[in-house]
């Protein structure tokens, strides 16, 4: 494989993402139960269910019409906070890749980062806050930093995937200032967030697809 | 998990066929999950859209007719609709004079109608106010947050700001109207029991046979405390003391008292609630100008209640018995 | 048992306070547990007198109110009010066209109603009519029996018969018209959870979480048969068909199509148990003239359903469209 | 103690069914709960509980006046089916006691059947349609019996007592055909009827506390 991205290998890699979230499905639906509304898992499952049927009916030609096609149908099909916020992330991925058939690693990285930087303009989410936004920012800066040091993709994925379950992890002891489990206040410590579950599954989705 | 129901799944698109054929003069767009008003768009009537997660009926389907909402859109259950229901409820309802967007703050819901409101307006270029629902105490207010929950009040912003639209008033007057109401109510829930997600399976969170949950929101979300079973006095000042000490409700007051079920809970109990709350209002010197004791604002099956009160003036009190005809509100029509 | 009381054995008397005071137009004997309509009695007009045991809100006491009934008594929980409440609810709501009494049909009720309308008479000469309701087809009829215990069908026989009331109609056809709704109209429920009583403390029977109870009543009893929990669909076609085929109900009728939540069933489910309903209906070519979807009489915080289908002539459909301004039904007023 | 009933016997008698129905309030309720609605125990304690205090603050002269005062009690503070059943039953025994001070063991065996007979009636129920009458028809019969051999009314209460035990037992195996019981069929059979256990306390009373 090419060490350039190509439409196919996104499809790729969201193809693996689609196949995670069914196989954690569960899980997300009980992270989200014990400090939310039981609800994640399954958002992220029609979702991603929709946007595996849109893919193969309608496959995208460049990077930016996958992002678009990908964030249109979460938009459409998922609701909720994780609905526009993950929907928001690949409009501004597949805005940054552009037309394009192939990206470099720098381009894909700069990508996730244009993604990350819509999650946050949409959700006003800061690190430490617990929530997506937890795992995204971490992974973005080791994929940056391993693509910035010339190492191969597959090293800076799997550095990013690593990055995202980290965050993941780290969510654990937070106290919630966005989102439903804002709500629990003392309570949401100790729970590990939803949504930044959902993002390194996204991350470990790359790491085995785009390798 | 023991439910009415067939596919978990499916559960929303099953219930509205149900509505459709009970309610002839609505109107259900199944692609869409929206109820209308058969009569929408009301040339030179400012339309009204409100919508959420499912789970919480009749809010807000049950509140669609004259008098009240020009369309519901139904998320799935406790997830919010997502912007293309709203684009299509807001441009269908446009009778010239604008839209309001009833919204009750939780993050999805926000940034669902938030995306609707830009795209509606871009793409049609129909006038789009919106009012933000937070009145649920039990949630401590803070700018770093996402804020208190939109709860029971929503209830009465839906009845008040659809009175004043069906007056003819235009858009940034119901949209006053509406924002009046959002604040100055206040509530604050407790549930018995959790309830389960249809496609979740189970429950929740659980409740031991001597506990309860104070503070719970509408989604089956657990609470801020839980605290040992307790007689329905107690439980009581524990809802209505919150909420009389955040607004300041103040002697001399006029308050509609909202005592709402969350969809397991027997009138019968919350008639007895009624009159603990009704007493305790006494005691603080406040007036109960107008009352609504019912399940209008639910979360599934639980199991518990919520108390709302607003203060209101004479022209809340006209515009609250307006006519109305509702699936779940009705009187004077 | 979680609910929200105070002490277990005074939950009616209690309630009844939370009643006074969320709805002015009615009031309340305390001592005799009675709900009467604010302006009882009315010169002229028959007086509608209904009651039964407590824990099937808004049954009885939501039902007072112009177009519906006079006065409701209130038992305890579950059990028949005693002739000296009926007594003095009769001579009270008697505007001189004499009172008819509409009894459920249970050994108790119907043994405190005689007592109460003889002794009435007795003391002071009112004329009284009753009808009994016995459309419960999940009891086998016989002469040698109890009988069939009324349950939905009491609910339309109050509106319909508090209709014909209203218009001045005379005792013999108030009754009359009574009776016809008694007769053409039958129910069948379900449940999936039992429920309570209060001074118990703990479930009637207990159902496991893949069972329900088929045929079950209103008083938390256990019903005719237990079953696997099944779909939606089969549930509706298990309440429906026996309802049909009873009667029976022919192509070609119109029906009052009524689906009635136990007292803990959230409205998405009774509406999606509606649709089903009516689409059985459809096949059978019965029409649907009217409808009425929610928790009417209940059984505390039952799980359930009920499906209650009444034939209905012009005559009918037009006295079930005529106001009626009561807590819980409430259209044209 | 004569053989002949005082009102002052007829009250200890009635207090001691009033003591029985506290002790067995949870059993009575929970025989309802199996073919009814839950409700026996308490409605015959809430009865019995305003008899006792009836009977405190106004004591009867005659018999007569205890067994109106008794059932129009029960008549008002019960309710449901036993409320008129078991309130036709004393008025019914006070009416055939009549005014005079002490009444004779026979004439206090007529006052129970001309009782037996108000509750069939009242009811129509015949024995073997499992209701209070399985156990008052044989206890009625079985003091009528003793009596009229001229045995001492302590016996002849004791065995009506025993007739009444025995019949509430006999209704297990009944199908039940009148009241509540009835909606269940084939369904009742097995189970105990609440009103004959009742009827078993009311004579297991009488045989404490008149002899
Ligand atoms: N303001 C926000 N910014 C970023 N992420 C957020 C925000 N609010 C919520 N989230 C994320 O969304 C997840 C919940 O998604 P989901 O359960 O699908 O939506 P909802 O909370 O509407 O039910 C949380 O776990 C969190 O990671
Ligand atoms: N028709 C009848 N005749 C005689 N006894 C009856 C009749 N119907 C019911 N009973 C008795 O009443 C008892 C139930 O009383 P209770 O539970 O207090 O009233 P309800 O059935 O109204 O709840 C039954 O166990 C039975 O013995
Ligand atoms: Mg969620
Ligand atoms: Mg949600
Ligand atoms: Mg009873
Ligand atoms: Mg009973």
């Known amino acids: 494989m090419s060490s350039d991205i190509t439409v196919s290998d996104l499809t790729g890699w969201l193809t693996e993402f689609g196949r995670l979230i069914k196989a954690h499905k569960e899980e997300l639906t009980a992270l989200d139960a014990a400090i939310g509304d039981a609800d994640h898992g399954t958002n992220m499952d029609r979702g991603m269910t929709a946007v595996a049927e849109a893919l193969a009916a309608d496959p995208p030609q460049t990077p930016a019409g996958l992002g678009k096609q990908v964030g249109m149908t979460l938009v459409s099909k998922v609701g909720g906070a994780s609905g526009p916020l993950f929907g928001t992330f690949f409009l501004r991925l597949g805005a940054a890749l552009g037309e394009a058939t192939e990206v470099t690693p720098d381009q894909f990285a ?10 946050v303009a949409r959700g006003k989410a800061e690190p430490g806050d ?5 795992a995204l920012t971490p992974a973005v800066a080791a994929l940056e930093s391993a693509v910035g040091q010339d190492q191969p993709l597959a090293d800076g994925l799997a550095a ?12 654990v002891p937070m106290l919630a200032r966005k989102g439903r489990a804002s709500y629990l206040g003392e309570r949401s410590i100790g729970h590990q967030d939803p949504g930044a579950t959902t993002v390194a599954l996204l991350l470990a989705a790359a790491a085995t697809a785009m390798s | 998990m023991k439910k009415l129901i067939n596919d978990p799944a499916q559960v929303v698109q099953d219930a509205l066929f149900g509505i459709e054929a009970a309610h002839t003069d609505l109107r259900v767009d199944h692609p869409n999950k929206l109820v209308y008003r058969a009569d929408a768009p009301r040339p030179g009537k400012v339309g009204l859209v409100s919508g959420g997660g499912s789970g919480h009926e009749p809010l807000h389907a049950g509140f669609v007719g004259p008098g009240m909402l020009d369309a519901a859109c139904a998320g799935e259950i406790f997830t919010s609709p997502v912007p293309d229901q709203i684009v299509a409820a807001t441009k269908h309802v446009d009778g010239g004079a604008g839209v309001l967007h009833i919204v009750k703050n939780y993050t999805g819901d926000v940034m669902n109608f938030e995306m609707a409101a830009e795209l509606a307006s871009a ?7 919106s009012v933000l629902v937070a009145d649920d105490v039990a949630v401590q207010d803070s700018l770093y947050t996402a804020g208190r929950r939109g709860v029971g009040v929503t209830v009465l912003v839906e009845k008040i700001a659809g009175a004043a639209a069906e007056e003819g008033r235009p858009l940034d007057e119901v949209t006053a109207i509406a924002q009046q109401v959002s604040n100055d109510g206040r509530s604050m829930g407790l549930a018995l029991t959790s309830c389960s997600v249809p496609t979740a399976g189970k429950p929740t969170f659980d409740l031991a046979e001597q506990e309860m949950e104070l503070g719970i929101g509408i989604h089956g979300e657990p609470g801020r405390e839980r605290l040992p079973l307790a007689p329905a006095t107690e439980i009581a000042s524990m809802l209505v003391e919150p909420v009389l000490a955040d607004l300041p409700f103040q002697r001399g007051d006029a308050v509609l008292a909202f005592v709402n079920g969350m969809g397991g809970t027997p009138l019968i109990e919350l008639y007895l609630m009624y009159h603990e709350v009704a007493r305790i209002l006494t005691g603080h010197g406040i007036t109960v100008a107008r009352s609504l004791v019912g399940s209008y604002i639910t979360s599934l099956e639980m199991a518990g209640c919520s108390v709302t009160l607003l203060r209101v003036d004479e022209e809340l009190i006209r515009l609250w018995d307006a006519p109305v005809r509702t699936p779940a509100l009705r009187w004077g029509a």
Chains 1, 4 share one sequence.
């Open chain 1, 130 to 134: 617990k929530t997506m936004v937890d």
């Open chain 1, 110 to 119: 700069a990508g996730l980062s244009a993604g990350l930087a819509g999650v």
């Open chain 2, 123 to 129: 793409e049609t270029g129909v006038q789009v106010s």
């Open chain 1, 160 to 171: 990013a995937a690593q990055a995202a379950a980290d965050g993941r992890d780290a969510t």
